[in-house]
């Protein structure tokens, strides 16, 4: 692990946080390696249901790549592939996981930070947050995956602004684009993220799982779909005895408390 990534655990919450404040947390290849090694371990982790995703220094989410790097990290070919590798890795890691994942987005959000919170199941931010895609200033290009993802959260029409006109989105407009599903005036931000991550941590596990891997399911081409799968985990949900506590829990007017089993 690096300390450029800090991660830390609340009970069913996980925190994975990018830590370069001097440098708006750009990212860089050891950010994307602590990354993937950090959601690898919450994955193994049963305890944990919730992952959450925020910058240090209360200015950025992460304002891009760290370009002071790509002569190190990106210059040669062959690293060229082996970070786009290592980053793919990471944002696969996060796309695929079981836990929820939650973009909490304070501050400048560019480049990799918006690959990252596209992964990311749901995206929320403060007032003061932008979001761009400065790829036509540097010269990079996008693998298949990564422009697919855009394009299913934001739209055909959006992404090309974001990358061709390199357009920068500000909060209200993200929101109005479906890159965030709310903006929150920022002193109420980080207390909402709170009592939001701590709600979905107590909720059912099983149906979590079942709504996630159902919603990712759709998003794959036809012929790549397990729809026997999807079925399976929705037939789990019925057959579970958190199904059971939660229909107690509701007739006897208290809150559940589920196991995931």
């Known amino acids: 692990m690096t300390d450029r990534i800090i991660t830390r655990k609340d009970g069913a919450i996980g925190h994975i946080v990018f830590n370069k404040p001097e440098k708006m947390n750009a990212i860089c290849l050891e950010m994307w390696e602590g990354m993937g090694e950090a959601m690898k371990q919450f994955e193994a982790d049963d305890e944990v249901r919730v992952v959450v995703f925020s910058g240090a220094g209360g200015k950025a989410f992460v ?12 210059g040669a070919a062959d690293a060229q592939e082996h970070y786009a590798k290592t980053g793919e890795v990471a944002l696969q890691a996060i796309y695929t996981s079981k836990k929820v994942t939650v973009a909490a987005i304070d501050g400048y959000c560019i480049g990799g930070g918006v690959s990252v919170a596209l992964v990311c199941d749901l995206r929320y931010c403060s007032a003061q947050s932008s979001f761009g895609q400065p790829a036509m200033n540097i010269g990079i290009g996008y693998r298949y995956s ?22 920068r989105f500000d909060a209200q407009e993200a929101y109005t684009k479906g890159l965030v599903g709310r903006v929150l005036p920022d002193a109420e931000f980080q207390p909402w993220i709170d009592k939001l991550v701590k709600t979905i941590s107590v909720g059912a596990p099983l ?3 079942d709504i996630k891997y159902t919603l990712w399911t759709y998003a794959q081409d036809e012929s790549k779909r397990d729809l026997d799968r999807c079925e399976e985990l929705f037939q ?15 007739a006897e007017k208290r809150k559940p408390v589920f196991t995931g089993k």
Do not use: P, Q
């Open 63 to 74: 304002a891009g790549a760290d370009v002071s790097k790509y002569a190190e990290e990106r």
């Open 236 to 250: 789990i949900c019925y057959a579970s005895e958190d199904y059971k506590e939660g229909v107690a829990a509701f």
């Open 207 to 209: 149906t979590a799982h």
């Open 146 to 167: 990564s422009l697919r993802r855009m394009v299913d959260i934001i739209g055909y029409g959006a992404s090309k602004d974001m990358l061709l006109g390199n357009l």
